[in-house]
């Protein structure tokens, strides 16, 4: 009984389904909370206050566009991200994002003010490529209507 948990967490068993959806679970959920709670929702606060300040319009849409589609990025995407709705759209806004984040807005700055811009890209682009998993609501309607 032992044997096969001890070859599981050594890495000796094969992956089976269920731990590869409860990985896409864990990182999908994990890294939308946080980019909602860390970033998105101080975003959502400056559009809806009237406060753009000095905030960067890198596709040249104005201000007031451009914190518009951050926030849906960064709010609406991200609670998709972690309910597991339209997971491979709204993983490929997130990683255009941030995208835009690391290699235009903090271009210049040290590395330490880009490295969560690139965090949050790898985990956009490894969700993208993994998908929502069975523990998610795109499981949940694509195998209602099956």
Request: proline share 3%.
């Amino acid at each position: 009984m032992f044997k096969p948990f001890l070859k599981f967490i050594l890495g000796a068993s094969p992956l089976h389904s269920w731990s590869i959806d409860l990985a896409a679970l864990i990182l999908r959920a994990s890294f939308g909370a946080l980019m909602l709670l860390n970033h998105g929702l101080s975003k959502w606060n400056r559009l809806f206050s009237q406060e753009f300040g000095n905030f960067p319009d890198p596709l040249g849409v104005g201000i007031h566009n451009s914190l518009a589609m951050t926030v849906f990025a960064e709010v609406i995407a991200a609670l998709f991200l972690v309910v597991g709705l339209f997971t491979r759209f709204s993983a490929a806004l997130m990683a255009f994002t941030m995208l835009i984040a690391a290699f235009y807005v903090h271009w210049e700055d040290p590395f330490k003010e880009k490295e969560h811009a690139l965090l949050f890209l790898l985990a956009s682009v490894c969700t993208y490529l993994i998908g929502a998993g069975k523990y998610s609501l795109d499981y949940y309607f694509e195998n209602k209507r099956a």
